[in-house]
């Protein structure tokens, strides 16, 4: 779900952009004129008739719906019958994306004027104006209410206005779908009444965030929070009421600050009080994909320099850590050397289409290339797919991110292979997916089973990019070049930047750099896509599981929980034996050629008899990997990681640090920088209200407060309030160490006025400190607060002046 943003810009930098852009496709059609021009060109008969079929196949959908559906949401294909809320057998949260105000018909408004049928959108904006009402008791998505039906009814309150006045045609449009998007508008607002300001998931429409249905609604992902700003900025420019783009900007702010600061990735789902990270996995499918387009895209319609900025600061960390050649592979965002799926997400098909529209063509290419092997190699492109290309979940809902992404690479390159892809999905879908009543989603598409679902998204996304895939862009009604494509493919014209409320400029601010800004037209030898797709041509064929010949699991893939990944080591001649607490995950490994036992992070390893010779030196490849990336590793988290130490003996001789996690929103100490105090318990110890029991003892003093009740931001400002020189935050669940668990940076909600260090401590670790603390009750505890890896220095640093001390002082006298 991706937009078209090729058009103008903002004065100036919006007009380089433009140029440059041009340049790349100029260069691109130059090239296409070359020897190495593919063979199969389409002649403009067959893309006439394949335009023609695209424009059958809406109306097959489009009137099975209106005919057997409307006013449902949705058609049912195979009941033949609509989806109502409330009505129709539940499907639980999936069915969140329904309210009852005829999903299917807004969503689909524009595409009718694309299409060019004036007098059938005429109709349905009649139909919407008199039927459609958002008055109901019933809990919807915020996320797909934005996108689906705000989006939908402006741009068809966009282009009814443009028809007025280039076709002179619905005079008596007043702008009443503007003031339907603007009411809707309203009824999302209260999910914005966060402490971080990003919105809940899911609001009641009548009720707000008042349904008791919604009194533990806590969590959201990326996405569904990064996914408002396109469609929240051009209403409120529409209809002067700034309310709604000052949220959206808000939501976006928030999320920039949730990133990793040493990584930039982010993660996929957050708790929207706190700001905490529920799910740190970092992609560019499911849960993420449309917040990194938005980025894109704000900048792109608003001329807003800080998306673009953070887009790029975002897109250099997912091509240096996410990207593996053509695949795109989750990571952890704390850990990015880490992998944490062994499948990828069909959702993830979006990604080349706004690599293209941001300049980066030939890894575009390269995925693309390999989603179409992985599309001919089981005939959809299923719902979730391993390294291996085999199937993880077999549905396939007719989702449109795999054709948006053909059509924006034809458009930049007009190599008539995007063409030719194209007429292989469209053929698809009509042998497997057409029924009697609409088109159906594939259920498994192992079996070609049918499941009696039809998304929205099926006409205003994927058989809309089909048409536009096969028509010139002359030949329509409008030059879709003007237009921004929102993620659920609604246009948003680019004159709404001039409609007021004027962004600044960020490229002077301190959090980004010029680095930030820059980006490159590719290399004109390496631009055209069939010199890029020709390596790739077999990358998928043959591809099965554990073959020696295929791809070496490697170090960074490897999970001691996986079946599989046993098997291959095993193979390799690595085995591996339980070492003490089996739930520590520590095992030990053998090699008997070597006679070695080598230790990594928690693993142990070593050789047994490999397979064979092959696999034996596959083995010993591992076992290097391993070691490497445990260094890097531990390098890593020891940067991190944050140290509260405290001496254990009268004269503060020997020390003791304890292992602890940073936050986002309080000062960094660095270097050899400390803060020092005596140890304290708030009271009460959640340290949630307005002030402390023992506020007047508290100055001067390490605050120490347990999590929960209340952000951690929160409980930081009143320790600060109260004079303590410093936080420690400890766990609320018991038996947590950070020795089991990756430590994490605690997250605030944006504001940068915290001037104390705070620091984060699991249970376990924290146990041990009120055990020191309980042993010395005739006196406070001093510790302090510092760098983990500075506090290794410090006691390297000491041990060394110690034996200095011992070797002078045993030194023997000199000869007289």
Known sequence: MTAKTTASFAPGHRLMLTFLVALCILVACVLSTETNMPTQNMSNKERAELREEARDMFYHAYHAYMENAYPADELMPLSCKGRYRGVTPSRGDMDDILGNFSMTLVDTLDTLVLLGDFTEFEHAVKLVIRDVQFDSDIIVSVFETNIRMVGGLLSAHILAEYLQKHADTMHWYKGELLEMSRELGYRLLPAFNTSTGIPHARVNLRLGMKDPMLKKSRETCTACAGTILLEFAALSRLTGDPIFEVRAHAAMDALWKLRHRGSDLMGTVLNVHSGDWVRRDSGVGAGIDSYYEYLFKSYVLLGD???????????????????????????????????????????????????????????????????????????????????????HWGQHPLRPEFIESTYFLYRATGDHHYLQVGKRALKTLQQHAKVSCGYAAVNDVRTGKHEDRMDSFVLSETIKYLFLLFSDPQDLIINVDEFVFTTEAHLLPLSIAQLGNATFSFRQSDEHNVLDFMRTCPSSNKLFPEKVRKPLRNFITGSCPRTTAGKRLSALDFQASNADHLRAVYDMGITMVSVGDRSQGKVRLFHSFYNIIKQYSRYFFAFIQAKSHEEGEMGLQFMQEMLELTKMQSINQLAQLQAVAYATDEKAQDWVALMAGPSHFSPELIGDQFVEGDVMLAQPLRACDETLENAA?????????????????????????????????????????????????????????????VVFMYSVEFGKLTAVMQRRKQQPLGVRVMQMVEFKRWQLAKAQRQNQTVAATQKPDKEL
């Open 697 to 757: 003892e508290a100055k001067g003093k390490i605050l120490v407060a347990e999590r929960g009740d209340c952000t951690f931001v929160s409980k930081a400002r009143l320790a600060q309030k109260v004079g303590a020189v410093a936080l420690i935050v400890c766990d609320n669940v018991p038996g947590s160490s950070g020795e089991t668990q990756p430590m994490f940076a605690m997250s605030g909600d944006g504001k940068d006025d915290v001037l104390i260090p």
């Open 305 to 391: 320099d800080k998306y673009l900025a953070r887009f790029n600061r975002h897109y250099n960390a997912v091509m240096k850590y996410v990207s593996e050649g053509p695949m795109l592979l989750d990571v952890l965002m704390h850990r990015p050397h880490a992998k944490s799926k062994n499948f990828m997400d069909s959702l993830l098909a979006f990604w080349p289409g706004l690599q293209v529209l941001s300049g980066d063509l030939k890894p575009a290419v390269q995925t693309h290339e390999m989603l179409y092997q992985v599309m001919q190699m089981h005939t959809f492109i299923p719902e979730a797919f391993t390294v291996d290309f085999q199937i």
